[in-house]
């Protein structure tokens, strides 16, 4: 009978254990998502303010390769 009892209370500890870490995870899988978001809007803020500036310096190198676009080479 004591077997089963130490059984049922490790049991017991292993299930509470599970339940008492998971308390964590919903708040971290916010602070994660927030971050995401956040990288997001910077990403989109820096493309918006140096679009054309982007565009213009790629398509500066695009001009600059030979036979780039043009179905030439290869």
């Not at 009978?1 to 500890?13: D, H, R």
């Not at 790629?58 to 179905?71: A, I, M, N, R, Y």
Request: no cysteine; net charge negative.
């Amino acid at each position: 009978m004591s077997q089963l009892a130490a059984y049922v209370a490790t049991m017991v500890a292993v299930v509470g254990d599970r339940f008492t870490d998971r308390k964590d995870r919903g708040a971290t899988a916010v602070e994660y998502g927030l971050l995401v978001g956040l990288i997001a809007v910077v990403i989109i803020a820096v493309v918006v303010t140096l679009g054309e500036q982007l565009a213009a310096l790629f398509q500066g190198v695009s001009d600059e390769l030979p036979g780039v676009g043009t179905g030439e080479g290869a």
